[in-house]
């Protein structure tokens, strides 16, 4: 199975973690916003605003498309296998076999651009609940029928 | 499963209290729980005249039995055909509803005050994870007896190929069960031994420092005992005479009694925790029975074990001792998470009991992988970068040597330490089971089941990236098993290994 390409997740994924980057970014944006005016630092203008409005603009245009680019799934006949992680890899593999229940969650973020986050869950104390974001609603949906119907007729 | 009344056909016909005696323990440990804050109480407000004092501890002992009495009328308990209710609760009444079948451990405990009266703890542990098991305090012993043989009846379902197979007779189970292990007094205090508690140790010079007021000087200094020796001022005619030699008697008699205080306290523990303790093989799993004050009565399903885990120490790894655990969803008392199978045993005692929960021991022919040097070299060099920076910074404010000369031992031990772990690491797979040897100075080695996985998992960090090795984590229900830097390439190997394995059985058809 290995070798084999990973399904990139929808494209919309970018624009929901960007703009759960903006939303992230506001704090800062604005106690930076807030040292300059207030002129507390005693260094000259917009020495400490332009570096962190650098930062925060990688933050929220670069990071997003470099953690969708990370992230991936591979749906085979018997299991899934989801990639995720820029600096801390993680490459997981549920086997259908082993799946107690599954979620299809819905933040109002994910929402706003049609997605959904499909979660498996096992028994085991490691990878107790594998999240597996940025799928589109229907397809989300159906792989949770796809494996709900796979576990089904295993167990028939 | 019920009918639309919600009432499932049952065997008792009224539900039942727990023993109206357990009202007098739960009022009694309420009283000593309350008593310490209450003495304090008085205590810090500078005193309060007596009335006042009688007033206070009469009301907190009727409140105490008041409660305790409400608890015990509103909790009720009812054994049905399919589940078991608890019904209880002063004001929010709750009742939950447990099935046969998701009961996965039956569990008796009897501490000291309710063992005196003759009376138990029963727990029904359903691998919900710890506070959300049922338990029922307190029963009479026949009753938790009666409890435990009723849910083991209940309990339907194919034994599992493992259970069948070490079950030949079941009769002789029910009468009572095969000894698998056990460990006399001399064993238990032997295992006490090893047990030397470095707490007591740590206590006591604690103690000795909060103390300290009491010398007539100050001991951790050594002016204090040379003045002594010397016969200054503060010393004790005679003493003066004697010099060096006492000093270094004084020293070394004390630094022994410290010893055998430690020596003593761990073998009083171990004695405590593990008298009499007996393991038995019974119709429906391990039984295992333990405790001097509170004893403990515990009973795990063989299909339950989801991985086996022989321990064991620094030292008593020298004297072939070792400890073997089962992993499974269910707890094992508060405390432990994993059910303690034989916790002081030789190896050639240890896998007819890995044996008995239908896992094999290592064989002659496995073939042992080793990890990756490079995330125990990694590790070396990170520590030595801090403790250089660190030792070296400190050394330059304080102006002395001894910081450096200290960061550049820490470097050592952490060389020696990590340098240990990298040998004694390593895994192995064979087309049966996983097999994975960790622990630098105490050594452990976990078996499990590749069926019984529930998940694998790939995971590196930047380091790991760039050194191209990788931790594999199985998914072990109620455990964790990490195999730590591999290549990339065998972890892969293992994962897809493990994977292949998982899927051929599939869970519901899992026994457990």
């Known amino acids: 199975m290995e070798g084999e390409e990973l399904t990139p997740l929808h494209p919309n994924h970018v624009k929901a973690l960007r703009l759960a980057a903006i939303l992230a970014a506001i704090p800062p944006f604005i106690a930076t916003l807030v040292i300059e005016l207030a002129h507390v630092l005693p260094v000259p203008r917009g020495l400490a605003l332009v570096p962190v409005l650098a930062l925060l603009v990688w933050f929220v245009i670069r990071m997003p498309l470099r953690r969708h680019a990370a992230r991936g799934y591979q749906m085979g006949a018997d299991r899934l296998r989801v990639v995720r992680g820029l600096l801390w890899r993680k490459d997981t593999v549920v086997p259908f076999g082993r799946v107690q229940h599954i979620d299809v969650e819905r933040g109002p973020i994910e929402r706003y651009y049609g997605l959904a986050t499909l979660v498996l869950h096992t028994a085991g104390t490691h990878n107790a609940s594998v999240p597996l974001p940025g799928l589109a609603e229907a397809d989300a949906l159906e792989m949770r029928e796809a494996i709900r119907e796979k576990i089904r007729r295993d167990t028939l | ?512």
């Open chain 2, 1 to 512: 499963m019920s009918d639309p009344d919600g009432v499932s056909p049952v065997l008792d016909a009224a539900p039942l209290r727990t023993d109206p005696r357990g009202f007098l323990v739960r009022a009694l440990t309420q009283l000593f729980q309350g008593a310490i804050p209450a003495v304090a109480a008085i205590i810090g407000t500078g005193g309060l005249a007596l009335p006042v004092i009688a007033g206070v501890l009469i009301f907190g002992g009727a409140l105490s039995f008041g409660v305790a009495w409400l608890q015990w009328r509103r909790l009720t308990y009812l054994t049905g055909a399919d589940d078991i209710r608890v019904e209880k609760g002063l004001l929010s009444r709750s009742a939950r509803s447990v099935p046969y079948e998701r009961i996965q451990d039956v569990s008796i405990e009897q501490k000291w005050l309710p063992r005196l009266l003759g009376l138990a703890e029963v727990r029904f542990e359903t691998g919900a994870g710890g506070k959300e098991e049922i338990a029922l305090a307190y029963l009479s012993l026949p009753e938790s007896e009666r409890l435990r043989e009723l849910v083991r009846e209940r309990k339907e379902g194919p034994p599992s190929p493992a259970a069948a197979m070490a079950e030949p007779s079941p009769s002789a189970a029910r009468a009572g069960g095969d000894v698998l292990f056990a460990m006399d007094d001399r064993r238990v205090a032997m295992f006490g031994l090893f047990e030397f508690s470095l707490v007591v140790f740590a206590v006591l010079l604690g103690v000795t420092q909060q103390f300290d007021f009491l010398f007539p000087f100050n001991i951790w200094e050594g002016d204090g005992w040379r003045t002594l020796v010397s016969g200054g001022e503060a010393g004790i005619e005679g003493l003066a005479h004697m010099g060096r030699v006492t000093l270094a008697l004084a020293v070394a008699g004390s630094l022994l009694a410290v010893v055998l205080l430690g020596i003593v306290t761990g073998i009083a523990r171990t004695f405590m925790r593990e008298y009499g303790f007996l393991l038995e093989r019974t119709a429906r799993g391990f039984r295992r029975r333990r405790g001097l004050f509170s004893k403990t009565d515990v009973l795990m399903p063989v299909h339950r074990v989801q991985a086996a885990l022989v321990r064991s120490g620094l030292i008593r790894r020298r004297f072939g001792w070792y400890a073997l655990d089962f992993i499974s969803l269910a707890q094992d008392g508060d405390k432990a998470e994993d059910h303690v199978i034989a916790p002081f045993a030789q190896l050639e005692e240890i896998w007819p009991l890995v044996r008995a929960a239908g896992i094999e021991p290592p064989g002659e022919g496995l073939e042992w992988h080793r990890p990756s040097h490079r995330p125990w070299l990694y590790d070396t060099l990170l520590n030595a970068l801090l403790f250089t920076a660190v030792g070296i910074g400190v050394g330059v404010a304080l102006a002395s040597p001894f910081p450096p000369a200290l960061g550049a031992l820490a470097i050592a031990g952490a060389a020696i330490v990590n340098f240990i772990g990298w040998r004694r690491h390593r895994h192995a797979i064979d087309n049966r089971q996983i097999f994975s040897r960790t622990g630098s100075l105490s050594p452990r080695l976990a078996l499990a089941p590749l069926v019984k996985l529930q998940s694998a998992e790939i995971a590196q960090s930047p380091l790991g990236r760039w050194g191209g090795y990788a931790t594999v984590r199985l998914g072990l229900a109620g455990g964790k098993l990490d195999l730590h830097g591999l290549p990339l390439a065998q972890a892969k190997a293992v994962r897809d290994a493990a994977v292949e394995k998982i899927v051929a059985v599939d869970f519901s058809r899992l026994p457990g």
